[in-house]
């Protein structure tokens, strides 16, 4: 074989050279470019050849060497990578790949605000049930077996397993009122054991109402009500606690106003609006150019709901209310469709603050 038949040969076998292991690639190096590789052993031959071959064959041997020596640091490079891949993964102690963090959902941004609000005042949070009994969502709140109050809030009635059509007294809790009664009703038993305290509790809960789903109604939403009893407690004190929670919620230059009003479990009532944020009160579409919002019902107390839970009315007084977290979140971040709080559209909730 001729050296230049030789150069070629070796030139197709280096261009083809594969190596799975280290072991194998420094098994490579040696066979062509070590003192005795194959290569190696060309330029030895190389020396004999006639003088007018020597530019052409010269330039052939270079290249071939050029070019396994640019394969073996190819394969070392790639197999450096995989060995390192493989040395991540062994690693218990790497850093963690990043997780993606999701956003918290802005119904909770706005309740654990209110929540966070409040507490500052010395307000905790109480729980209840969601399927409730006639007694606490109602009865026990003022409202008459055939009072029209009753008509105010379309219920949700849970019907028993009996198979009979017999009229249940179990039904989806319409308000977190409802939270209010069974605070109460503990705190009267603390009572009639000596103790002595106050109740200042936030109840924050979905709510049911048989409502049709539409961007301004739903048949379910979020209320946090609030309850303050103690002995002289004030409609100036309700005022206040409101006003403070108006001012942080919504900034420094909110102004609150309240109109009197109706709930069968408050005497006297009220709603309550704040000027509103958008036009800062001077009249926009959103407040239908009054300049004026409103975002909670609220009250005295009714010495008939103190009774009935068993609290002596004569020597306690509180004041409660009650707001809706969609309508604040609305105000906060303009949200013209309520379906949007509970769709879970990534697009949507993507938006708000990351966990
Ligand atoms: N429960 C009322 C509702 O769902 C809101 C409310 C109004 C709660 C006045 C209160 C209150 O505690 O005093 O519309």
């Known amino acids: ?17 594969q190596a799975s292991t280290k072991e194998e690639l420094e098994g490579l190096r040696l066979k062509y470019l070590s003192k005795k590789g194959e290569i190696t052993e060309l330029f030895n031959e190389f020396r ?6 020597k530019a052409e064959l010269g330039q052939a041997l270079n290249r071939l060497r050029q070019t396994a020596e640019t394969r073996i640091n190819e394969m070392r490079e790639s197999l450096s990578q995989a060995s390192a891949a493989v040395q991540a993964k062994e690693d218990l102690t790497r850093t963690p790949d990043p997780i993606a963090l999701g956003t918290r959902h802005p119904l909770s941004l706005v309740r654990e605000e209110i929540i966070d609000i409040f507490s500052r005042i010395g307000f905790t949070v109480a729980d209840g049930p969601e399927v409730e009994d006639d007694r606490h969502v109602f009865g026990l ?3 008459a ?5 009753r008509d105010m809030q379309d219920t949700f009635f849970v019907e028993k397993e009996t198979g009979e059509q017999k009229p249940t007294d179990i039904l989806l809790r319409t308000h977190t009122s409802s939270v209010q009664t069974r605070v109460m009703t503990d705190f009267a038993k603390k009572l009639q054991n000596g103790e002595q305290g106050a109740i200042r509790v936030l109840c924050p809960g979905r709510v049911y109402r048989n409502e049709a789903i539409s961007a301004r109604a739903h048949c379910f939403f979020h209320q946090v009500e609030g309850l303050y009893v103690d002995k002289n407690v004030s409609f100036a004190d309700l005022r206040q606690a409101l006003l403070y929670f108006a001012k942080e919620m919504f900034g420094e ?6 109109r009197p009003s109706y709930f069968p479990f408050t005497e006297p009532s009220a709603e309550m ?3 509103c944020n958008i036009c800062g009160g001077k009249g926009c579409a959103f407040c239908k150019n009054t300049g004026w919002v409103e975002i909670l019902g609220c009250g005295m107390v009714d010495p008939n709901v103190l009774e009935a839970c068993g609290i002596d009315s004569k020597v ?3 004041y409660a209310f009650g ?13 013209k469709d309520l379906r949007l709080f509970s769709e879970n559209d990534v697009r949507f909730l993507n938006q708000f603050q990351s966990c």
């Open 1 to 17: 074989m001729t050296l230049n038949e030789h150069i070629s040969e070796l030139t197709v076998k280096v261009e083809q050279m």
């Open 48 to 53: 004999s050849v006639p003088k007018e071959q």
């Open 141 to 143: 709140l003022n409202f």
């Open 145 to 149: 077996p055939e009072h029209p109050a």
């Open 253 to 258: 230059d909110t102004r609150i106003r309240l």
């Open 273 to 275: 609006d704040i000027s």
């Open 316 to 318: 306690y007084s509180g």
């Open 323 to 335: 707001m809706g977290v969609e309508r604040i979140a609305n105000l906060k971040y303009r949200v």
